[in-house]
């Protein structure tokens, strides 16, 4: 066994519960339906016996709702600080019902649980306003002019009516909102807020629900420290919880416990690298009788708490490259004009379409944040929908104006503003019909493509054609036009497949900041977070049989020049320099950390990678054997002072243990 520095037991660091922003916060539990028989204790322990739970299973906040008896906190608060866990509190808001006329009742229970000083408050979720009073009925038709009866399940409202009663719901509750957050800030400035959108429960297909745009304005970005998702955790859904409250704000994704041990490693897979900044799985016991159906949720909070990740990630920000725009008027002119496919607005479905280009980072950009977040995309492409705004367009226009480069498809171009910009002219007689198209420009690849699309009439005033159909010459498919420092590329196509965009989106766009190599695009999936001065590459092989072996060409991305690669699964290191390789077994994934090359003190050559086990690693609650030293006295049986090199896991290979140094000496004096 190699040894490590010795460590006496004053070395071991102070539990602390986890820094918003700068730890990655791993959520357990549940606000209900858990209790002593839960985590199989007395009921006079089983706060203390909750918390050790978590902590063994890696999680660094515990969560419990208010409605818990409040006899029982004590011992859990004192448990979680001893053990550097932080504490998130639910009130019981739909016990408290009518929001208009229990408003007082709202507060009043907010009071109470800021009394308490948890480190988290979950603030609400937009169906905790689940029923009105006689009260709030008034209010909705004084605003709305549209009457409900009281006591109306506004869950299940016709569409006509569910946008407006949502739209005034949000006001309600964002009111509310600010009021609970600034009891709750006043009595902890440090303590993170959040809610909840059920939008992604409801996967988007109710169409009011598709104003989450709206609803995160007011509720996530100006109220609250964090959005999250609710257990929807797939990359247009992520997309669009980022794209609504700004791609520069952090995400909480939830997870539950309803899965096997299989769909819960791909759905943790999928949560990390598509840009959760903070997990919280909501499980309904604490008990690691549990860990065989968590293990893999276990394991993956385990890689986050040891090796470094869950520090970059906390941080981290999916890089942007291209994005798609997601404009509201363009939305609900589609749901006023039932355009659906299913229930599902078919704008909503465009939008899904074009910004799941494979391993290409795209982002949803709303058009309320147009003018702060159109500066770090290289491209926007603008889907097919009609009633773009004024607003939108101007802004668009500005963009491109000063270098941006834009692809507007379909109906989009019926906008005039759009067709001018391309320098084209569209008209709106659009048909079916099937094209093949071969570009005859350096922009696409020489391929031939057979596209069935509704195309848009389309005639060229000052742009370039790059495409058009091989059999009827005058049905334009793409034309390119400079305007000011940028470039606007019309695609008169209702529906653009892949194959004719991803080309295009790679030339207008340039070098992708990292790309896998040809043999493994299909399998293996690709994402690249950075917080500006380091990266960190995320690898998914979703080949259910074979073991892939993954090279990766890193592009113009920090930090620059040659860098040390940190592969979190084995610990090994590597000085790289335009490159790296990783190996992934079936369904697996993994993370690589980039750092500046000379960041480490750890003896590392180039081409010559370092075995984790050179930093003496530990396996969570394995500790190293002790080490004894020369102050033992056999007569009295003293056995001297206790030294030994403590580290977190076999993940990691610098950072101390911060299990406790009690517990830690006991372990290990138990071990001996």
């Known amino acids: 066994m190699t040894e490590g520095p010795e460590q006496n037991l004053q070395h071991a660091p102070v539990p602390r519960a986890p820094v918003f922003g700068k730890d990655y916060l791993r959520l357990h539990g549940t606000f209900r339906r858990f209790g002593p028989k839960n985590v199989a204790a007395k009921m006079d322990t089983w706060g203390q016996s909750a918390v050790v739970g978590v902590r063994e299973l890696a999680g660094n906040i515990i969560t419990l709702g208010d409605q818990m008896s409040p006899e029982l906190w004590p ?85 006509e009516n569910t946008y407006q009663e949502l739209r005034w719901r949000m006001d309600v509750m964002t009111a509310l909102t600010r009021e609970r957050v600034s009891i709750g800030k006043a009595a902890s400035p440090n303590a993170v807020t959040f809610s909840v959108t ?72 999928s949560q990390l690298m598509n840009g959760a900044n903070g997990l919280w799985f909501f499980t309904f016991t604490y008990h690691t009788s549990a860990r065989d159906r968590l293990g893999p949720i276990v394991d993956g909070y385990e890689m986050l708490r040891d090796t470094g990740l869950g520090e970059r990630l906390a941080a981290a920000r999916l890089m942007p490259y291209a994005a798609v725009l997601a404009e509201r008027g363009t939305l609900f002119d589609g749901i006023r004009r039932g355009e659906f496919r299913g229930r599902r607005p078919f704008y909503h479905w465009r939008m899904e379409q074009q910004a799941s280009l494979r391993n290409v980072p795209m982002d949803l950009v709303f058009a309320s944040h147009l003018a702060k977040e159109l500066p770090r995309y290289r491209i926007l492409i603008v889907p097919s929908g009609r009633n773009m705004s004024h607003a939108t367009a101007s802004a668009i226009t500005r963009w491109v104006r000063h270098g941006g480069t834009v692809i507007i498809e379909g109906e989009a171009l019926l906008t005039p503003a759009m067709a001018a910009l391309c320098g084209v002219q569209v008209s709106d007689q659009g048909r079916r019909q099937t094209l093949r198209v071969k570009p005859n420009t350096s922009l696409f690849p020489d391929i031939l493509l057979s596209i069935n699309t509704p195309v848009l009439p389309m005639q060229v005033k000052t742009a370039r054609v790059l495409a058009h159909d091989t059999e009827s010459p005058n049905t334009l498919v793409a034309t390119q036009h400079k305007f000011g420092r940028g470039r606007a590329v019309a695609l008169p196509l209702v529906d653009v497949p892949h ?174």
């Open 75 to 159: 011992t859990l608060f004192e448990e979680a600080k001893a053990r550097g866990l932080g504490v998130c509190l639910k009130g019981y808001h739909r016990k408290l019902g009518c929001m208009i006329q229990n408003r007082q009742a709202y507060l009043d229970e907010m009071k109470r649980i800021a009394a308490i000083k948890p480190d988290m408050y979950y603030i609400f979720d937009e169906l905790s306003f689940n029923h009105y009073s006689d009260a709030g009925a008034a209010d909705f038709r004084d605003k709305t002019g549209y009457a409900l009866a009281r006591n109306t399940d506004i869950n299940k409202l016709p569409d």
């Open 198 to 269: 059920a939008g992604g429960q409801m996967g988007f297909e109710f169409p009011a629900y598709n104003d989450v745009e709206a609803w995160s304005k007011s509720m996530g970005t100006t109220c609250t420290d964090l959005y999250t998702t609710d257990f929807n955790f797939e990359r247009f859904s992520m997309q669009y919880m980022r794209g609504a409250q700004g791609n520069d704000r952090p995400v909480l994704s939830v997870h539950g416990n309803l899965n096997f041990a299989h769909e819960n490693h791909v759905n943790l897979a």
């Open 499 to 672: 194959q004719l965009l991803r080309p295009l989106v790679l030339e207008l766009g340039g070098p992708l900041p990292a790309e896998v190599d040809p043999d493994s695009f299909v399998d293996v999936r690709l994402s690249v977070h950075t917080d500006g001065k380091r990266t960190t590459i995320g690898l998914f092989n979703e080949h259910f049989s074979q073991t892939k072996t993954v090279t990766v060409r890193l592009g113009n991305l920090p930090p620059t020049g040659k860098r040390l690669a940190i592969n979190t699964s084995t610990g090994t290191h590597s000085r790289v320099l335009d490159h790296i390789t990783v190996q992934l077994g079936p369904k697996d994934w993994n993370f690589i950390l980039l750092d500046p090359a000379g960041s480490t003190a750890a003896p590392i050559e180039p081409g010559n990678p370092v075995s984790a086990a050179t930093y003496a690693p530990v396996t969570g609650f394995d500790f190293l054997k002790l080490k004894r030293k020369q102050t033992a006295n056999p007569i009295t049986k003293d056995p001297g002072t206790l030294a030994v090199a403590i580290f977190r896991s076999d993940r990691n290979h610098q950072l101390p243990c911060d299990h406790g140094a009690q517990a830690i000496m006991g372990k290990l004096i138990k071990q001996e």
